[in-house]
């Protein structure tokens, strides 16, 4: 067998062929299964000791023989124990003249199976003992080195061994070779993160843990003396229990906070440093940290953290001398530094870290040194973390701190400062938009500046900025925005690219109107660069990230600029849509995914207005989309390296069948016909896809529920589709005995909410057809609809209870500020589940509108009265009532008068109370007056509509709603002006009322539906406010041709009040004219284009 092992091992090493490699791993495998394996075992280790050249491949495959588990591992088929022991004490010999780690850990892995088996060995203990004792610096190493991986074991298991651990491992620990040290530490700190037992308990108590690691403290600062490559291997040990075990050291936070102080102000290497930043961050784990230490932790930061900001001269100088991009992988320290402030702005909080985030913004505007103005800059970026409790005031003041470093003369100064709004520009608006006067032509002044750096740096600050930005805003800056763009299409390729992002943007805020002239003058421009890119694209092999991101903007651009103003494009769209379906293939064939996720979203921007066009190129699309889903993601092998496991051969294909799923989903939702001549396949592919993950379950489900809507536009027999495909649904929730193929667990809050989601279009588009063509079973379907809504809701809940008493049991250890961040995202996923949930309900009262079956109405009318009499204790009961409140509106809608005054007996009461109780949720008082409105509107209930304490809180929340200033709470003000012009109306108010209302409805900016639903009302009423008609038609005017005015004006739904709207301003418009003459440039150039100008 010996020389047939070698020669196998051999052919392994070095194959001639794949084929040769595949047959040599098979007799491998062969020989190695052979029981009992007394001879296998005792060829192997002879190859290890007699055959340098496959020694190292002999011992890698013995170990991972070892490894296995039970009788699949030779050493457990040897026929007696001793035959193992005599084997690994021969390898024993052979280390103790050769040192080698590979082959240590050999013994190692037979030392774990000992322990697991019982089997002991002492020859590897007098080993370790006589290694230890050489004068050989390797060979004491190499002793350590096998205790440090034994000690990987729980100390429950090595306190098995007749062995002083701890002992052996102090006198390592002092020896003077630093190597020897190294693996001294890392074994004493296995020892300290496998300390304690299945029940948590410490096996060694924490008092000697804690002397220990003040040990290692001290041991590693006697390396520094010589710093060398061990210095760094004993932090990155002593960090992995901070990060891991922090409380079991809790009592040595003064000597670490001591120990990382000493290195960062020393002039030790860089490495090192940001070592000490990690472990520093580590220490936020504790929940003494805050606690105990905020006062020498804020030191920390200010007299260590903050310099790690401040970057190198050689830095510096790359920056100044190739413009290079401030890439911050490259600055480990400075990255590590910026890490650490992030992490403790969101873990310990504003109190403590903002004050200091202040201080140094105050200290670099009194000093003239640039690299303290970066340090500071960098501080801001960081401020991103504390989003969720910025105030207003705070937000100001980095503002005030960005826009003076903007203007700093220094150029590195100015791109960290336009990174650096940039990144809060994302995640702090609206609140930084509120220095739109200041930001706007300060990044514009810097996009036409001659630094062409500068101006790609400024023009991404310019699109986060205006991101969001009102209709009206972004026409009062619209020269200064349209000259950006055509100044960054003559840079460089990163410069074009964010011009066509930035034009993409306006064209999803401004009027088609207004976009008409702008598009006429850009478009021919960004015509040649699609060329141009074109081009390149099929001459070019691969594609550059720069490219990619041009080519992304470019396509997203054009896509929707075709579709904001499709009359422009008519002539060029099936060229425009041959040069997508390139990209799209080629980004296929290359396998980047983000060009083609978002080239595919592109091309379904253009379905509403070009579909009969867009049909052949779909079809090139389409056999994509199968063959991307057709694609095996895994593999069985049976090699030597995986020997039976399921491995991923592809991992890019789990991503293009996520991105081909979702975009599927959204062509069938859009334009079905598109596809409806490939139903059949489409069918057989999708029920039959098996998901690899989560993320790729719920794609999946989303595709399976909008399969009905393709069903019906290729003509089949919808009843029999859902038949099949709803059994296949059904089972995804309730699981027949035996199953197999459940795709779909609902294990956290997210899932229950993209559960939710999906199934959403499943409901609406059944419902849809049982209108047109009912199905004789929707009595039993219905049933098992709400079966499946009752189950997302019960997992929800559930999931929702264990992770809010899991945290409630680390609220010590998280601290407060992380336990309230991990409730919020909880309850962001909660909201978004009930909100789902809500809309699946509404829909059996919105699609049926006015002939909704009684029985059918009284089930959603159980399910609001059993989530509205949840109250709002608590953060989950409000999201219940939230959304109860939700149905009830639309139950009012669309239900007859008495049916809906007789489901409100007991809903009233609850919306009051949510009212009286909830004076901080503007989500809910929103709601609460928008159903109130569709209440007292439907039912002209007088009681309701003249409720003194109700028209109480009405006055009290308009106030507090505009003070506050977010979405929500200015959605709220419209919604309480929208309630007080029904309730005024049905109560009969005097002048006086309408007067003050209608000075609050002329601030209403926050719901164009609630806009138009006021102005509707002034309208149709406009005779009975003859006393107070100028003010009526201010409001009217200022509302109207307001920063609503495009979305107003272009829903379809709006014809009937266009045409009041239209004939009253006709009839008086010499008041109209001269409220308009007084206005805005924005409000004249809307009423000109209106017609009344």
């Known amino acids: 067998m010996q020389e047939t092992l070698h020669n196998v091992l051999l052919m392994i090493k070095s194959p001639v062929d794949k084929g040769q490699s595949l047959e040599a791993e098979r007799v491998f495998i062969q020989m190695r299964q052979m029981s009992p394996s007394d001879e296998f075992v005792q060829a192997i280790i002879s190859e290890i000791i007699n055959c340098p050249e496959t020694s190292q491949l002999a011992s890698v495959l013995l170990r991972k023989d070892i490894i296995k588990s039970d009788d699949e591992s030779c050493i457990c088929r040897l026929t007696n124990v001793q035959t193992g022991k005599q084997a690994m004490t021969q390898l024993l010999m052979h280390i103790s003249m050769n040192p080698d780690d590979q082959l240590i850990q050999v013994i190692s892995s037979y030392l774990h199976q000992c322990l697991v088996s019982n089997i002991i060995f002492d020859e590897a203990l007098d080993f370790i003992n006589q290694a230890n004792a050489s004068e050989n610096a390797k060979v004491r190493r190499m002793s350590v080195y096998l205790v440090q991986l034994i000690c990987e074991a729980s100390v429950q298991t090595i306190q098995r061994l007749n062995f002083d651990f701890f002992g052996f491992l102090q006198k390592a620990l002092v020896d003077l070779e630093d190597q020897v040290a190294s693996c001294a530490i890392s074994a004493l700190c296995n020892i300290i993160l496998n300390n304690r037992n299945a029940e948590q308990e410490p096996q060694i108590p924490l008092e000697i843990v804690q002397q220990v690691y003040i040990g290692i403290i001290q041991r590693i600062s006697a390396s520094f003396s010589t710093e060398n490559k061990y210095s760094v291997k004993m932090m990155q040990a002593t960090l992995r229990v901070l990060e891991y075990a922090v409380d079991d050291v809790v009592e040595t936070i003064p000597t670490i906070l001591e120990f990382i102080s000493q290195i960062m102000q020393s002039q030790l290497s860089l490495e090192l440093k940001r070592q000490a930043v990690l472990m520093f961050s580590a220490l936020f784990n504790s929940k003494d940290t805050k606690k105990v230490h905020r006062t020498a932790i804020q030191q920390f930061i200010s007299a260590c953290i903050f310099p790690g900001l401040v970057p190198t001269d050689d830095e510096v100088n790359d920056f100044l001398n190739n413009n290079i991009m401030n890439d911050v992988e490259q600055l480990s320290l400075q990255e590590a530094a910026r890490e650490c402030l992030r992490d403790a702005g969101f873990i310990l909080g504003k109190q403590v870290v903002f004050p200091l985030v202040l201080q140094l913004i105050e200290q670099a505007q009194a000093q003239d040194d640039f690299k303290i103005y970066l340090a500071a800059i960098q501080a801001i970026q960081c401020c991103e973390e504390m989003k969720e409790v910025l105030k207003q005031v705070d937000t100001d003041k980095l503002s005030h701190a960005l826009l003076k470093f903007i203007q700093s003369a220094h150029p590195m100064t100015v791109s960290y400062a336009l990174v650096a709004t940039t990144t809060l520009a994302a995640e702090l608006l609206p609140q930084l938009q509120k220095q739109h006067k200041l930001f706007v032509p300060a990044l514009c002044q810097i996009i036409n500046g001659q630094n062409e750096k500068l101006s790609t740096d400024a023009s991404a600050a310019l699109i986060n900025f205006s991101s969001g930005l009102s209709y009206e805003l972004t026409y009062k800056y619209q020269a200064q925005l349209i000259n950006a763009v055509r100044v960054c299409l003559g840079r460089s390729m990163l410069n074009q690219a964010n011009a066509m992002t930035l034009m993409h943007s306006m064209c999803e805020i401004m009027d088609p109107e207004d976009l008409h002239v702008i598009l006429v003058e850009i478009m021919p421009q960004i015509f040649e660069q699609f060329g141009a890119a074109m081009k390149a694209i099929l001459e070019v092999k691969d594609f550059t990230k720069d490219q990619i991101v041009f080519i992304e903007s470019l396509v997203q651009l054009i896509a929707n600029a075709s579709s904001a103003v499709p009359e422009l494009f008519k002539q060029f769209i099936e060229q425009i849509a041959q040069n997508i379906v390139i990209i799209i293939q080629r980004s296929y064939q290359q396998e980047e995914h983000s060009l083609f996720a978002n080239t595919l979203k592109a091309l379904s921007f253009l379905q509403n207005d070009f579909s009969t066009q867009l049909a052949p190129f779909l079809e090139n699309v389409y056999e994509i989309f199968i063959s991307v889903l057709s694609g095996d993601i895994t593999e069985h092998k049976t090699d030597l390296q995986h020997e039976n496991e399921i491995v991923i051969k592809n991992p890019h294909l789990e991503v293009q069948q996520r991105n081909v799923l979702s975009i599927m989903s959204t062509y069938i939702e859009k334009y079905p016909q598109g596809l409806m001549q490939h139903f059949i396949e489409i069918y057989d592919v999708i029920t039959v896809f098996e998901p690899i993950n989560e993320d790729q379950s719920y794609s999946w489900l989303h595709c ?221 008082i929103s709601v609460s007056f928008y159903c109130l409105f569709e209440y007292v509107n439907r039912t002209l209930d007088v009681n309701v509509a003249s409720n003194a304490e109700l028209l109480n809180l009405a006055a009290k929340y308009l ?22 012009t029904v309730s005024g109306q049905v109560s ?97 150039k809307n009423s000109a284009a209106f017609g009344i100008l």
Not at 959 to 969: I, R, T
Request: proline share 2%; with cysteine; hydrophobic share 40%.
């Open 704 to 924: 399976m529920c909008v399969l009905l809507r393709l069903a019906v536009a290729a003509n089949q027999d919808y009843t029999q589709v859902h038949k099949t495909l709803f059994h296949e649904i059904y089972t995804q929730f309730y699981p027949e005995e035996n199953q197999s193929d459940v795709r779909i667990s609902l294990t956290n809050t997210k899932q229950c909410a993209d559960a939710a989601d999906a199934f959403f279009f499943y409901l609406k588009y059944y419902l849809q057809q049982q209108i047109l063509n009912p199905d004789p079973n929707y009595y039993e379907t219905e049933n098992k609809f709400f079966q499946i809504l009752g189950r997302i809701q019960e997992k929800l809940n559930m999931n929702t209870k264990i992770f809010i008493q899991e945290h409630a049991e680390r609220q010590d250890d998280l601290g407060q500020e992380e336990f309230m961040s991990a409730l919020q995202q909880l309850y962001t996923e909660y909201s978004e589940c009930m909100e789902q949930l809500g809309f699946c309900y509404s829909q059996f009262i919105t699609v049926f509108k006015g002939q909704v079956p009684l029985e059918l109405l009284k089930r959603v009318n159980e399910i609001a009265v059993n989530w509205i009499e949840q109250g709002t204790d608590t953060t989950p009961a409000c999201y219940m009532t939230l959304e109860a409140i939700g149905i009830y509106a639309d139950i009012a809608h669309f239900v007859q008068a008495d049916y809906v005054q007789n489901m409100f007996e007991s809903a009233l009461p609850w919306i009051f109370q949510a009212l009286q109780n909830k004076n901080d949720d503007f989500a809910l």
């Open 959 to 980: 106030e507090s709603s505009k003070e506050d200033g977010q979405v929500d709470s200015l959605n709220a003000y419209d919604n309480i002006c929208s309630y007080l």
């Open 988 to 1084: 009969n108010q005097q002048i006086s009322y309408w007067a003050a209302l209608v000075e609050k409805c002329s601030f209403m900016e926050g719901d164009e539906y609630e806009i138009t639903r006021v102005l509707d009302f002034f309208t149709k009423h406009f005779n009975q406010f003859t006393e107070i008609k100028y003010q009526v038609l201010k409001m009217m005017v200022n509302l109207f041709f307001g920063q609503f005015y495009s979305k107003i004006k272009n829903d379809a739904e709006n014809g009937p009040f266009l045409a009041l709207i239209k004939q009253l301003f006709q009839k008086e418009r010499e008041g109209i004219v001269q409220i308009i003459q007084n206005g805005s440039d924005f409000e004249k």
